[in-house]
């Protein structure tokens, strides 16, 4: 494991600090409107908080991915760290276009098996490697297009940073990363086992510094940082190829300003010694910080407050991770006030090696630290009445006591558990997560507030509301339950094991595999299994076969945080206008809608698709169907969204161009996920694909297809194959 050294802050000081000239901060974040308050013709249901578990998904301590490791013993939390060389996925010396994703998506799988989505870096020069990972990094690719440099401080080799070929290269790296992996989860939204990423690429450990030779020449060591033209340029490309993923950088530098940009602080929260000054590296010059503190350099840019909506990481200092907690919520000696750090950071993860592998569980100081970053959600009360006809309204109030927000749309489900705690009704919602916003924040004293208060209010407790119906749930008392789904579910032992063979994992590794740490709330009424029980409410029965109504969310209190420049599709099903007739068409492609560009499906829900290799990544229609031909990647999805419990089968009209594309890809759908050939039909066979059409049809309860409302069908085609697939319609009959 690294160290870094003091010498490279301190000279970093010069250079960022003159790059980066004071101006006037931006002061507090505007607060989010507030939206309308609870149905008060409702029953008023009130919940008591507790604190919340400390393993959560998306936040927390992250322990290094060591591949074959064991990780049962490491404090609990959502997150685990690795970095990759470029070379790694970037082999090819004839093409810098030509990428090798196996040992990343090996390493997504190792951390989902441990329940744990990935927060990764890229990197082309790393000090000495590391076990498993190359010191150099350069792709072979640029061998001869570009000058090499030697940084021999640290012994390593990096390319000129401003040669447009390694420009080229690099974006070309960040634009087919994006392809795979940015729409890859339900929905189009990111790749369910990814977590973070920071941006990398630039400078030792990809951490976008070279020190000592950097841009202060005064101590005679040439300048081997990229200029701000490709700072600007590289900044800037990741920003506008990804819509999904969150993505941190780790110093504010040139085109940081960009919307879509996190930040990552790899000193949290340590202390400094420098000419007899021990000062902070974390909080700013107003907090007793240096002047290139983290936050200070974010106050110096007016990016304080670039948390509300993307991402805040890093590393806890290497040197104080076994103390960190210490003295919580203070510090003492060289780790800074921890609880303070969290409040102005608003961080959320962290890597912190030592830690994650030495505190307790139960020591409280440690747990209280670990739940005070990132989110903290808690549900004050519902509304809903003790019962229910054919259709009934819940509305659900959540606050955020922690830092920051969630930031991945994930599904808000809501269900109904039998007196045996089976749950036999589900309905996801289109509540957005990612509205629910800290209630209060931590201020700067740069900020010259009157009275200088030490927190301010900011976010606010958010209303969401659902009309759902209640068809095909026999009469009797249930519970209603709400849970948030982890998407890193659908990863389960059997996707693991039908992976191609570069990417596979040892059938050890995958027999350790554990369900993905549910998102808990802060509440007494939360259940270990990730549901929170919201009451008692009784069904009257119905017969009527018409679909389950699609939630019709609050408005929410703010706009969502994750901007995209293209549509975005909902993760949650629309309202259905109708019953499903007999033969329920998803998509025949027959040009109406226009598919891709009208983003919907015959059902009129949300589908796409990308890493394809025509139509610029979303396949083609052709004479009436979609002709999706791929190379080891590609992803397409259709919403559902209706009640299917009146439909047997799934049928899939196909053909291939050369046959046997039945192995070449996964289908999932109502919490199945199998590979296509895998899935077993009337008479014990399997589909078998041929370069005629023909008719699959898959009984869906006997492969484990749930009927209630399924959020959406999906196809993804990471399992070695090549060819083309046409698809002349996906039906339910």
Not at 262 to 282: A, C, I, V
Request: charge should be negative; proline fraction near 9%.
């Amino acid at each position: 494991m690294r160290r870094r050294l003091s010498t490279i802050l301190l000279t970093l000081t010069a250079v960022l600090v003159a790059a980066t000239p004071a101006t006037a901060v931006a002061g507090p974040p505007s607060r989010p409107p507030a939206g309308p308050g609870p149905d008060t013709g409702l029953t008023t249901h009130t919940y008591a908080y507790a604190d919340a578990p400390v393993g959560q998904p998306l936040k927390g301590f992250a322990p290094y991915l060591f591949p074959g490791d064991n990780y049962t013993s490491k404090y609990p939390g959502g997150v685990m760290w690795s970095y990759f060389a470029l070379n790694e996925v970037m082999k090819d010396p004839a093409s810098c276009s030509v990428f090798d994703w196996s040992v990343f998506d090996k390493a997504l799988d190792e951390a989902a098996v441990w329940g744990r989505q990935l927060a990764f870096r890229f990197y082309v020069e790393y000090p000495g490697g590391t076990a498993s990972h190359p010191g150099n990094g350069i792709p072979p690719c640029l061998n001869g297009k570009m000058a090499l440099r030697t940084n021999g401080q640290w012994g390593t080799v990096s390319p000129d940073y401003d040669d447009p070929d390694v420009i080229a290269a690099f974006t070309s790296f960040i634009n087919a990363f994006a392809a795979r992996y940015d729409h890859a989860g339900p929905g189009g939204t990111a790749d369910p086992r990814v977590g973070f990423m920071s941006l990398g690429l630039v400078g030792l450990w990809g951490e976008w510094h070279t020190w000592p030779y950097d841009r202060d020449l005064a101590d005679g060591y040439p300048d081997l940082m990229p200029t701000d033209a490709t700072i600007s340029t590289l900044i800037h490309a990741f920003d506008a190829a990804f819509d999904n993923i969150q993505l941190e950088v780790r110093y504010p530098l040139a085109g940081a300003d960009s919307p879509g940009i996190g930040f990552h602080d790899d000193s949290w929260p340590y202390r400094e010694w420098r000419n007899g000054q021990l000062k902070s590296m974390t909080l700013p010059q107003s907090m007793g910080g240096w002047e290139d503190a983290f936050t200070q350099l974010l106050l110096n840019k007016n990016l304080e407050n670039r948390w509300t909506t993307q991402s805040i990481g890093g590393e806890a200092r290497p040197e104080i991770q076994g103390s960190l907690y210490a003295n919580w919520p203070g510090g003492s000696g060289q780790v800074d006030d921890v609880l303070a750090a969290t409040e102005l950071t608003h961080i959320s993860w962290m890597i912190n090696q030592t830690g994650a592998g030495g505190y307790s569980a139960t020591d409280p100081k440690v747990a209280a630290g670990v739940r005070k970053m990132g989110y903290n959600l808690h549900i004050p009360q519902a509304n809903f009445n003790g019962s229910a006809g054919g259709t009934f309204k819940v509305g659900v109030t959540m606050q955020n006591d922690g830092v920051a927000p969630f930031y991945y749309p994930w599904t808000v489900v809501v269900g109904l558990k039998n007196s045996s705690g089976a749950v036999v009704k589900t309905w996801d919602t289109d509540w957005n997560l990612r509205t629910v916003q800290p209630l209060q924040i931590r201020t700067f004293p740069d900020w010259n507030l009157s009275g200088n208060p030490t927190r301010i209010d900011f976010g606010r407790p958010v209303n969401f509301s659902a009309n759902l119906s209640t068809s095909g749930v026999p009469a009797g008392n249930y519970s209603l339950v709400l849970k948030v789904r982890n998407p890193l579910e659908a990863v389960t032992p059997a996707v693991l094991r039908a992976r191609p063979a570069a990417s596979r994992l040892s059938d050890w590794v995958i027999d350790q595999h554990r369900a993905p740490y549910p998102l808990s709330f802060a509440n007494a009424n939360q259940s270990t299994d990730g549901w929170v029980n919201l009451g008692s409410i009784s069904t009257s029965g119905t017969v009527d076969p018409s679909p389950s109504p699609s939630p019709s969310p609050s408005p929410s209190p703010s706009p969502s945080p994750s901007p995209s420049p293209s549509p975005s599709p909902s993760p949650s099903p629309s309202p259905s206008p109708s019953p499903p007739p007999a033969g329920l068409v998803l998509d025949n492609f027959d040009g109406s809608p226009v598919y891709p560009s009208a983003y919907l499906n015959d059902l009129g829900k949300w589908t796409g698709a990308n890493c394809f290799l025509d139509g610029g990544g979303s396949g083609t229609v052709i004479s009436g169907a979609l002709q999706l031909r791929y190379n080891n990647c590609g992803w397409f999805g259709s919403d559902v969204g209706v009640d299917l419990t009146s439909k047997t089968y799934l049928v899939v009209r196909v053909k291939g161009a050369s046959g046997g594309e039945q192995n070449h890809f996964n289908l999932g759908l109502g919490g199945a996920t199998k590979l296509f050939a895998e899935y077993t039909l009337d008479g014990g066979g399997h589909p078998v694909i041929t370069t005629s059409y023909q008719d699959i049809k898959i009984p869906m309860a006997a492969n484990g297809i749930n009927r209630n409302s399924p959020s959406q069908l999906a196809m993804g085609f990471w399992f070695g194959g090549n060819s083309t697939i046409s698809i002349d319609e996906i039906r339910f009959e």
